[in-house]
């Protein structure tokens, strides 16, 4: 390895089920982890955009902050692509 190079090191992080949580907090983080690695391109906030959510929203449920509502996990369900019986 040369100077000034970095090693990589890849870590492959498994899609989170949601049936191995008891707290919804901990299954987004894990699941925006997820999202995170899988997709370059992913964000909190072009996904709080996408479900037309206020941008500070997320972190702030995250961070227990604030309590996702009914219908804030309406809009964020669609485009969590989760199964159906996941969605339940």
């Not at 992080?13 to 049936?19: A, D, E, L, Q």
């Not at 191995?20 to 909190?44: C, G, N, P, T």
């Not at 959510?53 to 219908?71: D, H, K, S, Y």
Request: glycine share 4%; net charge positive; with cysteine.
């Amino acid at each position: 390895m040369s100077r000034g190079a970095k090693k990589l090191t890849t870590q492959t992080v498994n899609r989170p089920s949601i049936y191995e949580y008891h707290d919804y907090r901990q299954f987004l983080k894990d699941w925006v982890q997820y999202m995170s690695s899988a997709d370059s391109q992913f964000s909190l906030r072009k996904f709080s955009t996408k479900c037309q959510l206020a941008v500070g929203f997320l972190p702030m449920v995250l961070n227990g902050q604030r309590n996702l509502t009914e219908q804030s996990l309406c809009r964020m369900l669609p485009e969590m692509k989760l199964k159906e019986s996941e969605q339940s």
